[in-house]
T-cell receptor, first 115, second 117 residues
Framework: AQKITQTQPGMFVQEKEAVTLDCTYDTSDQSYGLFWYKQPSSGEMIFLIYQGSYDEQNATEGRYSLNFQKARKSANLVISASQLGDSAMYFCAMTPEDSSYKLIFGSGTRLLVRP | DAGVTQSPTHLIKTRGQQVTLRCSPKSGHDTVSWYQQALGQGPQFIFQYYEEEERQRGNFPDRFSGHQFPNYSSELNVNALLLGDSALYLC????????????????FGNGTRLTVT
């Protein structure tokens, strides 16, 4: 069975600095997808970035980048130049080989950006 | 372009009652998935609907059922409510085939917060 582990319940970062949110995963599938979602207090899950298990290059989307280390089974999210609006819950998730719709989420990390 | 819309936003029910939650997918999407998010936890997959059929299901009892309509909108029904069913229920939509590798990200609604007393 697949599992996502996020070991940081909460993180602080100073505005304009970079921050790394940790994520490790466990799966026996050869093909899988890794995702990061942001959940502000409104409740909506906002897609940030995706990394496929066969992608050799780390994914980047604007200020977000995913540090993918397949051998270590880690998929850390790096947010550069933090903004006050980045304060939210962040969830790492993965999809198994047989379904792109069955997201398996971690427990999340609450990020607070200080002015 | 409307995103995923869910109704109602909040709901309070009594233990043993039944509840129906509604979801309209993002324009152009034909697949709907439902997730349950308990307080302080990540969302858990309930089930997925495509072409008006339940295609995949997570570890949820039969008290949780759903439906997808020809216009792709969906309902989540929960019978015999328990206190433990209190949670944020998220609907997500996407397009494409229901199985196989990733082809597009899920788009989530703002959720329905259900409180069971």
């Amino acid at each position: 069975a697949q599992k996502i582990t996020q070991t940081q319940p909460g993180m602080f970062v100073q505005e304009k600095e970079a921050v790394t949110l940790d994520c490790t995963y466990d799966t026996s599938d050869q093909s899988y997808g890794l995702f990061w979602y942001k959940q502000p207090s409104s409740g909506e899950m906002i897609f940030l970035i995706y990394q496929g298990s066969y992608d050799e290059q780390n994914a980047t989307e604007g200020r977000y980048s995913l540090n993918f280390q397949k051998a270590r089974k880690s998929a850390n999210l790096v947010i550069s130049a933090s903004q006050l609006g980045d304060s939210a819950m962040y969830f790492c998730a993965m999809t198994p080989e047989d379904s792109s719709y069955k997201l398996i989420f971690g427990s999340g990390t609450r990020l607070l950006v200080r002015p | 372009d409307a995103g995923v819309t869910q109704s109602p936003t909040h709901l309070i029910k009594t233990r043993g009652q039944q509840v129906t939650l509604r979801c309209s997918p993002k324009s152009g999407h034909d697949t709907v998935s439902w997730y349950q998010q308990a307080l302080g936890q990540g969302p858990q997959f309930i089930f997925q609907y495509y072409e008006e059929e339940e295609r995949q299901r997570g570890n949820f009892p039969d008290r949780f059922s759903g439906h997808q309509f020809p216009n792709y909108s969906s309902e989540l029904n929960v019978n015999a409510l328990l206190l433990g069913d209190s949670a944020l229920y998220l609907c997500a939509s996407s397009s494409g085939t229901p199985n196989g590798p990733y082809n597009s990200p899920l788009h989530f609604g703002n959720g329905t917060r259900l409180t069971v007393t």
